[in-house]
């Protein structure tokens, strides 16, 4: 918290961070490894004259059930209870914070997958006005499920449980009678990986349009200027999906277009899948693996970034800034790719707590980088330090990034023609 010093007039900024893990695992007191060094330590982040705060909330189930019984029991739609644990935490804090010696009116809220996908939710979110002053989105998407999906899949779920032969019970007693282990048994939180049929929801459990804390659509909200105008930050990694996908036997291009067939063709059809596979070539990339990796990181985050910044850049005149993580870290002899998360531990500093390890000096650059960028953000809406790039707003014509690498760079066009592509493919 802060620097160890008196709080400046007004207060220090404050970063409030949602941690990620598809809405179904993961805490703010997560550990690197076996250790006991947490990787969402705000020590560093703080040193430079902020308040850091990580909040938990609730994940599966607990988080995010939707269920008739649940609506006739509160008089009205009853979900979204991991949004509603975050407004909470969020108003605790505007509450509190000035006796913490911290500036509410400086506060950015960010995110990372699961976490940034949440902080779009408040980002359209009524009940999450004022709550905060800028907003960072890192490696998120807009996807929600309509209340009538939701309660469907919860009542297909139960109809196999423990709850099913109620025997007069009413259904909440026994669900509440479980214990969180057995309500986790009965409704299995699961996050989708390899699976483009379920493109619009990448989690079995997450927030949903009940009509009160989420009205409608993120995207449909958004365009419609019914959401709050504020600052935003909005990137990815440079290699998302290289650690989540199995790309064993992706050797060859004619591994690669078997694989895209294989998982596109009941989506897109023979037609569309050709125009992926000429889209993503194995001679463009270092393996075909690597094809396979651009292809999927492209469809997941990377393109959905590109529409989600366009809404806002055509609905508010707040600026946006967008950044692109693409430093491969080096370990030994060989270079860890820019995978989903990866940026995390420059942020946090992680890369300076792994045991026996000790960053080179590129990667700490990178790491610097990224904590004077958020310590800008929450201070002045802007991500721009001295002695980088210059970072300028994100416009639609250039498209354009920050590219945290060493060396930093500026970038115009990020994934442009692939993204064109799948906008076309996709009817986006």
Known sequence: MGTGNAPPVGGWPVLVFIHGGGNVFGGSGQAIGQTQNLVYDGARLASRGLIVVTLNYRLGALGWLSLPALDEEAGGPSTNFALL???????????????????????????????????????????????????????????????????????RAIASSPCADLAGRPLLTCLRALSPEAVD????????IGSPQVRGASSSFGPVVDGVVLPEAPLERIRGGRHHRVPVL??????????????????????????????????????????????????????????YIALYSDFRFVC???????????????????YWFARRGAVGQRRIPASHGRELGYLFGGIHRI??????????????????????????????TEGTPTWDAWEA????????????????????????????????
């Open 85 to 155: 644990d975050q407004q909470a935490a969020l108003r605790w804090l505007h509450e509190h914070l000035p006796a913490l010696g911290g500036d509410p009116s400086r506060l950015h809220l960010f995110g990372e997958s699961a976490g940034a996908v949440n902080t779009i939710m408040h980002l359209v979110s009524p009940q999450s006005e004022g709550l905060f002053g800028s907003v960072g989105i890192m490696s998120g998407g807009t996807s929600t499920r309509s209340l009538s999906a939701a309660q469907a899949e919860a009542t």
């Open 185 to 192: 048994a009965v409704l299995p939180g699961e996050v989708y």
């Open 234 to 291: 909005l990137g990815t990694t440079a290699e998302e999906m290289a650690e989540l996908l199995d790309t064993t036997s992706i050797r060859s291009q004619a591994d690669l277009e078997r694989a895209i067939r294989l998982a596109f063709r009941p989506v897109v059809g023979n037609t569309g899948v050709d125009r992926i596979v000429e889209t993503y070539p194995a001679s463009s990339y270092d393996s075909a693996a690597d094809a």
């Open 304 to 322: 959905p970034a590109t529409l989600l910044i366009e809404a806002l850049a055509a609905a508010q005149g707040e600026p946006l800034y967008r």
């Open 355 to 384: 045991p026996f390890f000790t960053p080179q000096q590129e990667d700490r650059e990178v790491g610097e980088q990224m904590e004077r960028a958020w310590a800008a953000m929450a201070e002045r809406g802007s991500p721009r």
């Open 397 to 428: 014509g250039r498209d354009n990034a920050y590219v945290f690498d060493a060396p930093a760079a500026i970038m115009d066009g990020v994934r442009s023609s692939e993204c064109t592509m799948w906008r076309s493919l996709l009817g986006l």
